[in-house]
């Protein structure tokens, strides 16, 4: 096949990627629709430049996008590379076999490999300041081993072994300087806030957090 494709690795289908940019999510509305809880309405989008594609992950599912096992923002593919979206696991093929330029704008990620419980202690770390693409004060260690149920000192092992990997040498605001470079490499993403009723609408606060969403109610009161 001449045209760039992905392959769904459940099925096997094939889908060619004719058209410029390619939506890939749940939804009904979405071009490649994958059937898996774990992907979002509207997931990612694959956008064709030429005889090349790259992917870009759209922040709306907790799960995220993967390339080759690593969590993403936007990067170009290569021949053979494994996209997961969600647990939807898929392949690109048909890309030019020529090499790009490592100094590509689009070019791999330079995030560290970090694990699922790394991956939720950034996501507890980043919260805060997560709703409406205002940057504050990140949680302190207390406040995200009160997030997920674990011990103070739990976080700070995993704080600090997550400083070695993202190279954040000590000194003042050193939990900042980590949030601020796990959100530009686009393992956390800000989520918009989700509306909620008069009265508050259960299923959508629900679905709000189940996406790592803060839920508002009408006057800007947030609940967690």
Known sequence: MDTPFLRIEDTGEVIPLANE???VGRGRGADIRLDDPS??????????????????????????????????????????D???????????????AEEISADSGMRRSAAPEVTRREIDVLTALCRPALSDEAFATPAT???????????????????LRLYQKFRIVEGVNRRTRLANEV??????RPMPLADVGDAGDPAAASEARALGQPVRRRGDQRVQ
């Open 39 to 80: 992907v979002s309405r509207l997931h990612a989008e694959l956008v064709r430049r030429g005889p090349y594609i790259y992917v870009t992950d759209l922040g709306l599912s907790h799960n995220g996008t993967r390339v080759n096992g690593r969590p993403i923002a936007r990067r170009l593919l290569d021949e053979g």
């Open 21 to 23: 940019v390619t939506t």
């Open 141 to 159: 260690a207390a406040e995200i081993a009160a997030d997920l149920v674990v011990t103070e000192a739990a976080v700070k092992q995993h704080l």
């Open 183 to 188: 959100v530009a490499l686009g393992l956390v």
């Open 82 to 96: 494994v996209l997961s979206f969600g647990a939807a696991r898929c392949r690109i093929g048909g890309l030019p």
